[in-house]
């Protein structure tokens, strides 16, 4: 389930209506984490009450845009980017699953899971780096068709994997928690010709998990214990091995560690800066999966 935010200074842009709007959207995920929580109430008042949310991050980003033009913010580009990302693919993406499953307690759980995390990683990284308040984060630029040829490797390699169809809602991820909070963190670590280290991290969601090993065993797996781990950790390194086919340049060299991660430890990757491949896949409501790369 989603955790509540509270406004604290700590969010604070420095912009009148910019903090002003970012009060108002705490306010919304707030009343629809209590509604949610409410079974009498719950369905069709989360469906009304993501509609509003969803209309008023819209406006939100066009004025916050405005804004940074207005003023010449040199990160306006980039920041575009991430709203656009948000809009375009991640939220139709937590829609389809919510309507699928007729706004279930968990879909509308996975919906602000993730609106929670993004609100709370793009205010405290992206809106305050606008006043000076923060470094911007998202360094490397990826491009455009070296970008599409991973996502179209990582969607069929984890359909191939999971067994069920898959689809990337976020090419901005930045280590937001999954809303269920459980997760199993690998980080493989190749090693070039060169003797440059590449590190790839995946995350998967434990409902992925227990789906993935209930598909390849036949059987239905109910918890993750020392075999289900031993099991998805070699299963992520053949992952790896089959993405090298598809974009070489990116992936390649020698495998040389794969450490399993608690998420706090993964989460440290983007202390500095955010990998140059950072996505977020959704599962056909499986579960959540993250692909980050650091080369």
Known sequence: MAKEIKWNDRFNVGVDSIDSAHKKLFSIVG??????????????????????????????FADEEAYMQSIGYPGLAVHKRLHDSLRDKTIPALEAEMEAQDYSTESVGHFLGICVGWLNGHIIVEDRAITGKNPHKWVHQTDESEQESVEKALVQGLENLAQTSAEVISRHYSGVEFSTGKTLCFRLTYRTQEKNPIRIYLVYEESLVLHTLSEILGKDIHRIDQTVITAMKLLSEQFISRLKTHFPDTVRGTLERNDMLTFEQFVRTFDKEYPPYSLLLSTEGKGYFAFCAQV
């Open 31 to 60: 009343k629809l984490i209590a509604l949610n929580e409410d079974e009498a109430k719950q369905q069709h008042a989360c469906r009304e009450g993501i509609k509003y949310f969803k209309n008023y991050t819209m406006k939100h």
